[in-house]
């Protein structure tokens, strides 16, 4: 059984992010991270079974060193998460399950902010409070973010649509695209 240092603990515990909206994947990945190199992970399969009175030494020894595995994980888990993402994750004795319900939540989130950024990226129009370029920029970001929830929005559809949600006035850059792209 290998003992780690304080030292040590703590700085691979420094390098988790707390939890918010926008850095599950990341957190996720340093919480597993963190729990394997501590010699942790096996808390995150399937949980033993309670001994009974019958049991032999052996599992009881084996089912509280998954116990107290368990707590610790809940704790490391716990404590980096945001107050705001606490509260809506049902609670949870299990280090496994609360991991799963903290990624369904997450689901959840990614369904609700795919919808917002179509629907934003759809109703774009440019009304000259920016420069052109800064509102091609914004259009651009939210495709990226959508390339992030895993919708591919193509490149040409991109386009088209940005030069269609420029007003008549830049109807001249339009014909300049189509002009260059059929060449």
Not at 2 to 10: D, H
Not at 63 to 88: E, H, P, T, V
Request: charged content about 25%.
């Amino acid at each position: 059984s290998t003992v780690l240092s304080a030292s040590y603990i703590s700085s691979q515990l420094s390098t988790i992010e707390t939890l918010t909206e926008n850095n599950y994947v990341r957190w996720k990945r340093d919480v597993e991270i963190a729990l394997g190199l501590f010699g942790l992970d096996f808390v995150l399969e399937e949980q033993p079974s309670k001994p009974t009175d019958k049991s032999i030494a052996e599992y009881v020894t084996e089912y509280q060193k998954w116990d107290r595995a368990n707590r610790f994980c809940l704790n490391i888990i716990k404590c980096f998460i945001s107050d705001s993402i606490m509260g809506a994750i049902p609670d949870n004795n299990n280090a496994k399950q609360f991991l799963g319900a903290i990624g369904q939540r997450f689901v959840e989130f990614d369904k609700a902010e795919t919808g917002d950024l179509v629907d934003r990226l759809m109703s774009m129009k440019y009304d000259g409070s920016s420069g052109v370029r800064e509102y091609i920029m914004k259009m651009i970001h939210i495709s990226s973010k959508l390339k992030a929830l895993k919708i591919l929005i193509a490149e040409p559809f991109l386009v088209y649509h940005v030069l269609n949600s420029l007003p008549n006035q830049f109807n001249q850059l339009n014909v300049a695209y189509n002009a260059q792209r059929d060449k």
